[in-house]
């Protein structure tokens, strides 16, 4: 077989224990979720499974880290709001699974996720050695953003598009601004 056949194959795999995943964290919910379930409903092996992802908390991540790549993105200077208006959209377009993840157990598992995005980002600016080291901004940064996508999410309290997604670039980038001793979220 060809190595285009095989990624491809690989994609559809991954794409099939995505939404069998998803399907089964609306059921049955993050705790009770098990590999065995995700690979039945999948129609994959067990093993199948473990070729792609090591726990479902792999899988988890996996399953966020392209939209919280967005979010991540926004603590860079110029950051564009655009993906944040598609990702807040999408968000909103698929609250059930957004509440969820938004909850216990997977909050905390969502906030690593994205704070390690993030710095992976700020540590990219090469901020010199600032006071407060990048992982606490990281973590700041995360768990503001994740707050505000909640409060969109839920509707309470009720935020426009617009706003919102200026309010997540603009604190994004002001926490940010701490690494260099400025406020790069000016108004």
Do not use: C
Request: aromatic fraction near 4%.
């Amino acid at each position: 077989m060809t190595d285009e056949l095989l990624d491809r194959r690989s994609q559809r795999t991954r794409a099939a224990l995505h939404d069998a995943f998803v399907q089964l964290l609306l059921e049955q919910g993050y705790d009770a979720l098990k590999i065995g379930a995700v690979a039945e409903r999948a129609n994959v092996g067990r093993s199948t499974f473990y070729e792609h992802y090591r726990t479902k908390h792999d899988l988890l991540r996996a399953s966020i880290v392209g939209p919280f790549a967005i979010l991540a993105d926004l603590v860079n200077p110029g950051g564009s709001t655009g993906h944040a208006v598609t990702i807040l959209r999408h968000f909103r377009d698929h609250q059930q699974v957004a509440r969820v993840l938004l909850s216990w157990p997977t909050r905390p598992l969502l906030g690593q996720t994205l704070a390690d995005l993030i710095e992976e980002r700020l540590k990219g600016r090469g901020a010199g050695q600032p006071s407060v080291p990048v992982e606490v901004i990281a973590r700041q940064i995360a768990q503001a953003q994740l707050s505000l996508v909640e409060s969109w999410v839920l509707g309470r309290p009720h935020l426009e598009l617009a706003v919102a997604t200026d309010v997540l670039a603009r604190t994004s980038a002001a926490l940010a601004g701490v690494l260099e001793g400025t406020d790069q979220g000016g108004g």
